[in-house]
């Protein structure tokens, strides 16, 4: 999709407003500030809608598949616009609890759509060397089970990045049964 300013745009934030006033009178200024409020109309404009665009809702579909990038995720070609956008919408909001379980069952669910679930293993270790080998039995690895639904190449890869840098995956996936 091309992007182009439209002839005639008007600016939020005309220059012309902003010369002194001996200078608003000179008609070769004049002509010179309204080129550049032309050529800044577009700019100024997406500036001043920019929620709108990094919003997955309003986004153009090709930004929302740039912002999908933001977090390591490609659009699913077979999904539809509604599912993109929705999908990019919840991964989004899920950033702010990045790290959880809860809300990395929630990604999951929304990149495959299936049953997940998580078992995170609970164990927490902390030391003052770098490098040192973890103390007892604590399991640091966290385990996905994803039942049903769509399981893409990319999954795996975009929960590694939503944990923290130690942890080990486990990631499976089921075929959903069919009763």
């Known amino acids: 999709m091309s992007r182009v300013g439209l002839p ?18 000179d008609d070769m200024t004049a002509s010179f500030v309204d080129g550049l409020d032309e050529v800044l109309a577009p700019v100024l404009l997406t500036l001043d809608n920019l929620n709108a665009y990094i919003d ?6 090709d930004f929302v598949a ?4 933001w977090f390591g995720v490609e ?3 077979s999904w539809d616009e509604t599912r ?14 990045r790290g959880t379980a809860d809300a990395l069952g929630q990604l999951v669910e929304a990149l495959t759509g ?6 995170d293993g609970g164990g927490v270790w902390t030391t003052f060397d770098p490098g040192a080998a973890p103390e007892g039995e604590a399991r640091t690895d966290v385990r996905v089970t994803v039942t049903g639904g769509e399981s893409g190449s990319q999954v795996p890869t ?8 130690s942890t080990q995956l486990r990631f499976t996936t089921r075929l959903a049964r069919s009763d």
């Open 75 to 77: 659009i699913d070609p």
């Open 158 to 165: 975009v929960i590694q990045s939503f944990l923290p840098p």
């Open 56 to 61: 997955p809702e309003t986004a153009p579909i």
């Open 8 to 25: 005639g745009l008007p600016t939020s934030r005309p220059l012309a407003e902003a010369l002194p006033a001996v200078l608003r009178t």
């Open 84 to 97: 993109s956008r929705r999908t990019i919408d919840r991964i989004a909001k899920l950033q702010q609890r």
């Open 114 to 119: 299936g049953e997940v679930e998580v078992d």
């Open 66 to 69: 740039w912002l999908a990038a």
